[in-house]
């Protein structure tokens, strides 16, 4: 059995040396260093010949990659390095790493073509003035061969151990049993239709209701394809940190089952929660955790691993405990064990992010994945807020104040383009077909000079301007995007009321483009979700390929296990807001005193949250209430949670769509009713109303796929925490005469029986 490996990825693990240090760092976008790398291969002689591709074997390794380029009648590879900037302070850690590159290719060639000896060239490119550097050197067949079988008999032993895990691992997953004693209702159903869809290699949208076990129900089939498709890797990603609990929880079941895996499971944390010293930049001159960091990580990966085969969850706690006890950074550790890590439990943004790190190893290194999306109906809104930039004149106004004297400039002249466009306008909001392209001139010159100045001054930038050079660097890749599936926009808006100043927003409507290239890269991909209906709207925006299964999983509960009644004597827009607060309490009462017991209630907003509640309160003190606040951190929503026990009794009051809208369990007599005040639908606005005229524009139903499908979704997520086991009883009011409406009806659930409320009598 082989072991295969792209050079850049042998050279990463066996030649890189010295401090983590991200300030000089090959800065162009990809499409400047392919456009780099092509005026490079433009000024050769004919004779040359560019990407070449080469492999090569050392005992059970095989190596591979394509070199940049070779000329012939030079005798001469090239390894082409786009930057901008100062090449004298490139670190010496890194032309050591790009030299090991060369010399690798170098070998392979020379093995290629019979060669005795060959020249080898290190090309670093600016990309701003379009000038080369060359560093040339000569080696002998013999010198590189020697170079080429120690890095390949350095990373061997690693290769063995990985062989041998891989090995055990998929015999073992083959032989995987199903965790528990039998599967719930529908649970079945969905193993055999996601195990199908990767054996097919097929995407498969899943509408799975709550509590049929979809984590376990997911993961479990995808494991037992691990050897029959041959799977590198399994991505189980989230929307939030609850699913990401979720998910490790249902990883640990599976492992402590009979006859487990020896699963690597990882989790994925962002870098603010991971950074232990937020204070210090990342470089060995301010973080002691990034000083040496290439020297230490061999060790640290070797007992990561190990902590892996003795505890098989590298959770975050488990991660940090190596990474400090070798002196390594947690965050980089863990992106280092996402090459060897069987599943990575991580936020979307980890696959579906332009620059996102799981989509570009996969890519890099010819995974085969297959991919979960839990919670998929999030993916939308996500998708939406990953592939759009703002910028904000506040932020740009205050660091233009302290902003170093030689960048003044270029962000005056970024000032001046904006205060253009802002003195046209008219009204407070106005979108556009596209974003000027003075602007955007401005823009990409201003980062440009920033990632100069970077480069020169290696002590950074203050956090206000390096956050804001980050949001233009992120405004002009969108910007070259841009496209029918964006907005353009300006909001203008008074702070302190002594100037206008506005916000840009190059705004994603349907993320579909980017993220159907990610769905078509994997093996396999799974969306589930208990709300992924209607069908159509989540295909449309998501980007699914035509041949997507689609299921709806039959649910597991019946519907007089949950009493669903419409109140449509009770309208909650917001011009009857005033009426209907103290019907809606009189009713939360009612309900309350017929079934004394834990219930939610859910509101458009917190301003309507607020007003019933202080009504409830005065009017009927004696029922316990508690309130989602604005802004709550994350001890705040679990102290929220932890209100709702199997003793206590009472209402709490949250905002549909929200932190506990979805994502919370809470079984049993933890919950036995929600109140839902509201259809969800988003706020009427002309942002909003923009993003109406866009989808009636592309799909022909700009009200429906802006308002209704989001809106209605939410609701049924929000109702879906009441029942959560086959043993749970409970009711949902839906308060809003539009709940009566024969489409909206058409939305909801099939299994419940909705039945007219009347007031009068009581519901």
């Known amino acids: 059995m082989s072991y295969s490996i792209a050079v850049r990825a042998l050279c990463?693990?066996?030649?890189?040396?010295?401090?983590?240090?991200?300030?000089?760092?090959?800065?162009?976008?990809?499409?400047?260093?392919?456009?780099?790398?092509?005026?490079?291969?433009?000024?050769?002689?004919?004779?040359y010949q560019s990407e070449v591709a080469l492999e090569g074997l050392y005992r059970t390794l095989k190596v591979k990659g394509r070199a940049d380029g070779y000329d012939?009648?030079?005798?001469?590879?090239?390894?082409?390095?786009?930057?901008?900037?100062?090449?004298?302070?490139?670190?010496?850690?890194?032309?050591?790493?790009?030299?090991?590159?060369?010399?690798?290719y170098g070998w392979l060639m020379c093995q290629k073509l019979e060669l005795a000896q060959i020249n080898l060239a290190l090309v670093y490119f600016d990309i701003v003035s379009e000038k080369e550097t060359c560093l040339v050197e000569a080696f002998s067949a013999g010198e590189l061969q020697s170079f080429f079988e120690h890095h390949c008999g350095l990373f061997l032993l690693w290769a063995e151990q990985e062989m041998a895990h891989r090995e055990a691992r998929n015999h073992a997953a083959q032989k995987l049993a199903f965790p528990h004693a039998d599967f719930r209702p529908g649970q079945r159903h969905l193993a055999e239709s996601v195990f199908k869809a990767v054996s097919t290699g097929r995407c498969l949208m899943a509408q799975a209701p709550t509590g049929i076990g979809k984590t376990v129900g997911t993961l479990f089939p995808m494991l037992k394809a691990l050897a029959p498709q041959q799977l590198d890797k399994v991505f189980f990603l989230t929307a939030k940190t609850p699913g990401r609990k979720l998910a490790l929880d249902a990883a640990q079941v599976i492992l402590e089952s009979a006859d487990a895996p020896p699963l690597r499971v990882l989790e994925m944390i962002a870098r603010d929660k991971a950074c232990e010293h937020p204070d210090k930049a990342c470089h060995g001159e301010s973080?002691?955790?990034?000083?040496?960091?290439?020297?230490?990580?061999?060790?640290?990966?070797?007992?990561a691993r190990q902590a892996a085969s003795e505890l098989s969850l590298l959770n975050q706690d488990a991660l940090r405990r190596v990474?400090?006890?070798?002196?390594?950074?947690?965050?980089?550790?863990?992106?280092?064990?996402?090459?060897?890590a069987d599943v990575v439990v991580a936020d979307y943004n980890y696959y579906f992010d332009f620059s996102a790190l799981l989509f570009g190893l996969s890519q890099a290194n010819n995974w085969k994945v297959a991919v979960l999306v839990d919670e998929a109906h999030n993916l939308v809104e996500r998708g939406r807020q990953m592939y759009s930039a703002t910028l904000d004149q506040s932020t740009l106004s205050g660091v233009r104040k302290t902003a170093p004297d030689a960048l003044k400039k270029p962000l005056q002249r970024v000032n001046r383009e904006w205060n253009a466009l802002h003195n046209l306008q008219l009204a407070p909001y106005q979108a556009y077909d596209k974003a000027p392209e003075k602007l955007l001139q401005a823009l990409s010159s201003c980062s440009a000079s920033i990632g100069d100045y970077l480069n020169d001054h290696p002590q950074g930038l203050d956090s206000a301007l390096q956050s804001f050079y980050f949001d233009m660097l992120q405004f002009c890749r969108v910007a070259e995007l841009f496209d029918e599936q964006f907005l353009f926009d300006i909001s203008k808006r008074d702070l302190e009321r002594k100037q206008n100043l506005s916000?840009?927003?190059?705004?994603?409507?349907?993320?579909?483009?980017?993220?159907?290239?990610?769905?078509?890269?994997?093996?396999?991909?799974?969306?589930?979700?208990?709300?992924?209906?209607?069908?159509?709207?989540?295909?449309?925006?998501?980007?699914?390929p035509p041949d997507t299964v689609w299921i709806d999983v039959e649910s597991p509960f019946h519907a007089d296990q949950l009493k669903v009644h419409i109140v449509s004597q009770i309208s909650t827009r917001f011009v009857h807001r005033q009426a209907s607060l103290e019907p809606i309490v009189e009713l939360i009462a009612r309900q309350f005193s017929q079934r004394p017991g834990n219930y939610l209630a859910f509101f458009s907003s917190f301003d309507y949250l607020q007003q019933v509640a202080q009504l409830l309160a005065e009017r009927h003190p004696q029922i316990s209430l508690w309130s989602q606040s604005r802004g709550m951190a994350e001890g705040q929503r679990q102290a929220f949670l932890d209100q709702f026990t199997v003793h206590s009794q009472g209402v709490g009051f949250a905002v549909l769509g929200g932190a506990f809208g979805e994502g919370i369990d809470l079984p049993g007599a933890r919950l036995i009713g929600a109140f839902i005040a509201t259809l969800g639908l988003a706020q009427l606005h002309p942002v909003n109303e923009q993003m109406k005229h866009r989808m009636a524009a592309i799909f022909g139903a700009g009200y429906d796929y802006t308002y209704l499908y989001p809106g209605v979704q939410k609701v049924v997520q929000a109702a879906g925490r009441v029942i959560r086991t086959q043993q749970d009883q409970g009711v949902v009011m839906l308060i809003d005469d539009r709940f009566g409406d024969s489409k909206v009806k058409h939305l909801l659930p099939r299994w419940w029986s909705v039945e007219q409320a009347h007031l009068a009598s009581g519901a």
């Open 287 to 303: 973080c002691p955790l990034a000083q040496g960091f290439y020297d230490r990580l061999p060790a640290a990966r070797q007992a």
């Open 12 to 47: 990463e693990f066996t030649a890189k040396v010295g401090d983590l240090d991200l300030r000089f760092t090959p800065s162009p976008t990809a499409l400047e260093g392919i456009v780099g790398h092509r005026t490079v291969a433009s000024r050769r002689s004919e004779g």
């Open 503 to 544: 916000q840009l927003c190059l705004r994603n409507v349907v993320p579909a483009g980017f993220i159907r290239p990610r769905l078509t890269a994997a093996r396999s991909t799974v969306l589930f979700s208990a709300t992924l209906s209607p069908r159509h709207y989540y295909a449309d925006l998501l980007g699914t």
């Open 72 to 104: 012939p009648a030079q005798n001469c590879l090239e390894e082409v390095k786009t930057y901008r900037g100062d090449l004298s302070k490139q670190p010496a850690n890194h032309r050591q790493l790009h030299w090991a590159q060369a010399k690798v």
């Open 323 to 340: 990474a400090l006890a070798h002196e390594v950074c947690p965050y980089y550790l863990s992106q280092e064990m996402a090459r060897w």
